[in-house]
């Protein structure tokens, strides 16, 4: 019985309870919440629905409670029921109620936990879309390994998700990355607008083998050819970094197209139409204050050209016409206003401003040693995704950027990323799996199988803790979906790594010495091929590797 089904339960035995004594079912909320509680003494789970709707069904808590109580006692798979403090209800699960978890995740495999609560919603999740005038910072790695994620989860939920990479190849970066490259080729300083670093050369060089006569060439034609193989280039090169780390995208979409395609124009224009832009000192402006933003926003300026936002704007009206119901956006640090101009954007198109949905991630800084790392071998002052790759590796690096809030800063201790020790979150979860590996390596030689388990033979503590945790997977994926919380996934599983390593170190699974192999030994070993499931089941959606060895 998973939490899920337990919570199924208690809303039926409460429905029928309010009814057998003609009180007011609907004072019952859809769906009651059943949470672990924190002291084991307490029980296997623990709800207040009591107190929630006792007072609307004009009864005393602790009564409703013990009405509650008796009529749970004696449903299948519930050992006990109490009453505790003011209306507290705290349940026990039968041994055999608690087994049929393990059955279930044996059942499912790697669907065990999937859900169809966003079935039939097609959604845009747009992140990373760093610039192609550099190799990916820190943020837009934060966002790859969490964007990543996130598209994976979603789609547990049953949603249809599309990973896009808003490719922007439109704009003043261009044309300053395209000057840096010339400079280099012609052994100058980068401008004192454009960029520097070990990269630039490397690209004006690979520029000048395609095209030795580049610098031969007039001025505009010059820098034609060294923006268009430049840019190729360094687009080539984020693409095979993402691909190293596990990332890869459904769709590369152009910003360019936008306004070679009259997309830009285009929309413009409907929404000078539908009054969401006003003119006012020979601009036009977006009443983006409306929805949250701090100002409204140039679109067109006074110059007649489309500011950085008219692009957005026709953005947003592609991704709704190729069909898409949600339309996720991942953005850095200082782009809040984009949340009120995106929703603007969405109401002045006749859609519902909720259609559109922006992430806001903070910073991550590098840590050695305790003193800060701030300077790259290859692009100068910018840490990227290529220097935190070397220095911990893919899994390190993804697990470090996935488990925290995307709210929060993090610091990221490149020591402790890169130690084989219990102290390094992802060892702890990967040597978790290798062990459950292990175990199973060895079961295999004994010739021993999970096999026709007599699961409620899992009766102690430990195992009781195990299996509850793993019960507890299929709500962390839901919750993460709802909120666009992949951290959710990786804490908790740290919390079944912990719960393992306390079973494995209280109980013995497989038979030593002359000991003959008995029920519990098998009973056990489903224990341990469950929760070596939802350990690898985790790791991938995080994009982190389940080893079998360590």
Known sequence: MTPADLAELLHGTAARVL?????????LPETLTVERPRNPEHGDYATNVAMQVAKKAGVNPRELAGWLAEALTAADGIESAEVAGPGFLNIRLAADAQGAIVAQVLTQAAAYGNADT?????????????????????????WAAVGDALGRILTTQGGDVTREYYFNDHGAQIDRFTRSLIAAAQGQPAPEDGYAGAYIVDIAQAVLQQRPDALALPEAERHEVFRSIGVDLMFAHIKRTLHEFGVDFDVYFHENSLFESGAVEKAVETLKTSGSLYHQDGAWWLKSTDFGDDKDRVVIKSDGNAAYIAGDIAYFQDKRSRGFDLCIYMLGADHHGYIGRLKAAAAAFGDDPDTVEVMIGQMVNLVRGGVAVKMSKRAGT????????EAIGVDAARYALVRSSVDQSIDIDLELWASTTNENPVYYVQYAHARLSSIGRGAAELGLGAEGAD?????????????RTIGEYPRILAKAAELREPHRVARYLEELAGAYHRFYDSCRILPQGDE??????????ALCAATRQVLANGLGLLGVSAPERM
């Open 19 to 27: 009814a057998e004594r003609d009180l007011d079912v609907s004072v």
């Open 118 to 142: 966003l079935a039939g919603t097609r959604i845009n999740l747009e992140f990373v879309s760093a610039n192609p005038t550099g190799p990916i910072h820190l943020g837009g790695t934060r």
């Open 382 to 389: 910018v840490i990227t995704l290529d220097d935190l790759v």
């Open 455 to 467: 699961l409620s033979l899992l009766d102690h503590e430990r195992e009781g803790e195990l299996i």
């Open 516 to 525: 003959e192999p008995g029920p519990l030994h098998t009973a056990r070993l």
